[in-house]
């Protein structure tokens, strides 16, 4: 996994969650994970095809996800449901798309799978390749950013 990969992904996560916090988040320290790991009491997951291929996948405690939520609903939030959990969903959308959009600005063409929401902790998830994991700090609580991406040896060839 090129450490280039995962820059989009910050960027477009600073600035969406800039917009609902109103201030800038900060960056934890970079890590590597490895192929298989738990999650968090919410996780959302994307995938991402093209000539780079994988998943990305952003991880909240229950707590952050309805502070989250509630900042982008624009109404407090208590419990996660189904229009929390789709404003949840929705983050992982304009985060990823917002990543897509600058990894095809650097050349690499690219689409997304519709996000999905896991919710509940211990569950694991496995990617093909380790992945790239950045705590990012906001005054909402905490978001794991998770990128296992890699080139498409098939498309490149092609």
Request: net charge negative; proline share 5%; aromatic share 4%.
């Amino acid at each position: 996994m090129k450490v280039d990969f995962i820059d989009p992904f910050l960027s477009a996560a600073f600035t969406v969650l800039e917009m609902f916090t109103g201030e800038r988040p900060q960056r934890g320290q970079l890590a590597i994970r490895n192929s298989t790991f738990t999650t968090q009491q919410v996780t959302i997951v994307a995938g991402v095809n093209g000539v780079i291929e994988g998943v990305s996948l952003y991880g909240m405690s229950l707590e952050s996800a309805q502070k989250i939520a509630g900042a982008m609903m624009g109404s407090q939030v208590t419990e996660l449901d189904d229009m929390a959990t789709s404003a949840i969903c929705e983050l992982g959308n304009m985060i990823t798309g917002n990543a897509t959009t600058l990894l095809s600005q650097n050349g690499y063409q690219v689409d997304i799978t519709p996000p999905s929401v896991i919710k509940g902790p211990h569950v694991e998830v496995c990617t093909k390749i380790p992945a790239l994991v950045v705590p990012v700090l906001t005054p909402l609580g905490n978001l794991e950013i998770n990128v296992a991406l890699e080139e498409n040896a098939m498309r490149n060839a092609a």
